[in-house]
């Protein structure tokens, strides 16, 4: 059974930098048939896809255009977890942040597992 | 990147009802469509994927039909447990993955 264990700070303040980290049990962040994202919600934004990271001989880490440059998502093999950091947070960053599993090939934008959510208020 | 738009944006209907949940796309969409359902608290759980197959342990009482631009999410008999809201997904090609904004199904 996967499951993805979500932690963060809960307030951040802007212009700082946003750090998560989501635990993987039940699968391995180097299997090469899966792909590990982020995605966030809010009010204004709805679910809004983020980036990801995932194996195929070697490591890919991709995030959103709309993200210009501020996301990175790495993995964390001794761990077996991946990480984000979004740099430069305002408000428009605070939403509910979550860890989700998708698939290989065609399956690759589909979400079964999702972490627990993280809410996270960029305020000072 | 594609908009997926849905409506109605809350529906009314009573336990045992049929309810009918749509979303249009901006553009069209191969089969790659996706729904799910969030209640309070909890982060979205995948109903439906390839626009009419239901993931693992989705009861039969949802189905999803649709193409090109128009897809659709039926609920028959609502049950108590299905109150929530729901949202479409496409995944066609490659990112970024968009989310309608949702339509939620609240007990008349």
């Known amino acids: 059974q996967v499951q993805l264990q979500q932690s963060g700070p809960g307030l951040v303040e802007p212009s700082q930098t946003l750090s998560l980290t989501c635990v993987i049990s039940g699968d391995s962040v180097s299997n090469n048939r899966v792909i590990w994202n982020w995605i966030r919600q809010s009010p204004s934004r709805g679910l809004e896809w983020l980036g990801r990271t995932y194996y195929r001989s070697k490591w890919y880490l991709e995030s959103a255009a709309s993200m210009n440059s501020r996301l990175t998502v790495t993995p964390d093999t001794s761990m077996n977890q991946f990480s984000l950091q979004l740099s430069s947070v305002t408000p428009e960053d605070t939403a509910v942040y979550y860890c989700?599993?998708?698939?290989?090939?065609?399956?690759?934008?589909?979400?079964?597992?999702w972490g627990q959510g993280s809410l996270i208020t960029v305020s000072s | 990147e594609i908009v997926l738009t849905q409506s109605p944006g809350t529906l009314s209907l009573s336990p045992g009802e049929r309810a009918t949940l749509s979303c249009r796309a901006s553009q069209s969409v191969s089969g790659n469509y996706a729904w799910y359902q969030q209640k309070p608290g909890q982060p979205p759980r995948l109903l439906i994927y390839g626009t009419s197959s239901r993931a693992t342990g989705i009861p039969d009482r949802f189905s999803g039909s649709g193409s090109g631009t128009d897809f659709t999410l039926t609920i028959n008999r609502l049950e108590p447990e299905d109150f929530a809201v729901y949202y479409c997904?496409?995944?066609?090609?490659?990112?970024?993955?968009?989310f309608g904004q949702g339509t939620k199904v609240e007990i008349k």
């Open positions: 997904q496409q995944y066609d090609d490659s990112p970024p993955w968009t």
């Open positions: 989700a599993r998708s698939g290989h090939g065609w399956e690759a934008g589909l979400f079964g597992y």
